[in-house]
């Protein structure tokens, strides 16, 4: 497979299924280096591994594994993380000197894939697969046979909303959209100077999230081939369906994250937010005020008695293709990222929300700004279980950039949100072909 094009799925599975062979080691015990003598009598020097990351804290975390398997050492190295991050592993990878283990974003995972950049560990990270749901392990094998990283820490879409002021204003919790739809009319009716919601056209990762919601799936792999359906059926609806509360006036237009919309959440003047799991921490700072006033339920379903959600954010730990220790590497990531002492840890001292059902279980305290709902983990983690499957694509990065362009254009002249997919499609299409990837008809 090329350095820039991910079509031959098949060669790459092969490629990558004949460097794990070599290694000789499996996810568990067998196969996996020692510090036992060898034939000469004198002891076997341990595999040192490098783990590039952003997790805080991930060093004091590594320190738990170092001390148990003296065979296996692993040395961190703090990442920026975001964008940088990952351009920084791709010139590395390319330029032959990437580290053993690096966090993929779930978006940019296929990008890794498509420079041949991270190894398909299927065989030695099949027994990990239990250890999550289907929606999340779906986001780690792109749609194929191929498993290219294991699972570290998700983002189940919710719905945040000031439970008091949903009682001041005589609402329900809508579990539809068509029942968000009246809601957003009924408060914005009684006092003008409220919205129930916003949209933002600076996010799409929480737009694609909602699409997910929906049903949306913007990529596939069909043989060597990508097909390329951003402008899907369910992408659309949900595209309009916010395009025309917007145009209506009873939903908002600011962005997320800006001093605005700040000020409305903390105020009360904006009462609800989908968003992620780790949306307490954006509370507690941004809207102080609002502490012990906020709670989650899920999304509101496209019809009702359904019960679905998506992703924003998360992330995975992957090997990379040149690790000469794939085995001891793979061993790493699955005890980091499934044994219920390294989830303890990760959720303790890295204050990350993790993949694993079981560590998802663990988390029983209720954040302290949710002190008025106990069950705020409990909930977290049923919504979790009903994220639906997704596959990125490997140049999510434009997909992304074109929503901004697009969206920001729609807001301001007004024009329909689907024309807005439409430019996104048009030009994840037009650089897909540009970089020689193939796309199916």
């Known amino acids: 497979m090329g350095t820039r094009r991910l079509s031959a799925v098949a060669a790459v599975a092969l490629a990558a299924a004949l460097a794990a062979g070599c290694s ?13 003598s060898g034939a000469t009598g004198r002891p076997a020097q341990p595999v040192k591994l490098t783990y590039w990351t952003w997790v805080p ?27 940088d991050a990952a351009a920084k592993f791709l010139t590395a990878a390319k330029a ?61 879409m919710m719905l945040y909303y000031r439970e008091d002021l949903f009682a001041k204003y005589g609402l329900k919790v809508p579990t539809t959209w068509e029942e968000y739809a009246e809601a957003a009319r009924a408060v ?31 990529w596939s792999i069909a043989g060597e081939s990508w097909k390329v359906n951003i402008a899907d059926e369910a ?46 921490g954006v509370l507690s700072s941004n809207a102080p005020d609002g502490k012990g ?33 794939k085995a001891a590497a793979v061993r790493f990531a699955t005890w980091l990222n499934t044994d219920p002492a390294a989830l303890a840890l990760l959720v ?21 700004y949710f002190g008025n709902q106990p069950d705020f983990w409990k909930t977290a983690a049923a919504i979790s279980a009903t994220a639906r499957g997704f596959t990125f694509g490997p140049d999510v990065n434009v997909t992304y950039s074109a929503f901004k362009d697009a969206f920001d254009k729609a807001v301001q002249d007004g024009s329909a949100f689907s024309g807005a997919v439409r430019t996104m499609q048009d030009a994840t299409v037009a650089d897909m072909r540009k970089s020689g990837f193939q796309i199916a008809p």
Do not use: C
């Open 348 to 368: 303790e001292q890295g204050a990350v929300y993790p993949a694993a059902t079981k560590g998802q279980a663990s988390l029983t305290k209720a954040p302290e």
């Open 57 to 83: 804290n991930m060093d004091k975390i590594v320190q738990a594994w170092n001390a148990a398997h003296p065979d296996i050492q692993v040395t961190v190295s703090k990442q920026a993380g975001g964008d």
């Open 188 to 218: 914005h009716k009684r006092n003008p100077k409220v919205l129930l919601g916003t949209f933002s056209s600076k996010d799409p990762g929480s737009f694609a999230g909602l699409a997910q919601q929906a049903g949306a799936q913007w």
């Open 24 to 36: 000789g080691g499996t996810a568990g015990e067998t196969g996996s280096p020692t510090a036992s």
């Open 293 to 325: 006033k906020w709670a989650i339920a899920p999304l509101p379903q496209w019809s009702a008695g359904e019960r679905h959600t998506g992703f924003w954010g998360g992330s995975s730990t992957a090997v990379a293709e040149k690790s000469p220790s």
């Open 96 to 156: 032959g000197n990437p580290p053993d283990l690096v966090q993929a974003e779930y978006q940019m995972l296929p990008s890794f894939v498509a420079a041949d950049a991270v190894a398909d560990i299927k065989a030695e990270a099949e027994p990990a697969k239990a250890a999550f749901g289907d929606g999340l392990w779906g986001l780690v094998t792109l749609g194929t046979d191929a498993v290219y990283a294991i699972p570290q820490d998700s983002g189940p």
């Open 235 to 280: 992408t659309l609806k949900v595209a309009d369906y916010w395009g025309g509360l917007v145009k209506e006036g009873v939903i908002g237009d600011k962005p997320y994250f800006t001093p605005e919309w700040n000020k409305a959440l903390n105020d009360g003047t904006l009462l609800t937010w989908p968003s992620a799991v780790w949306g307490p």
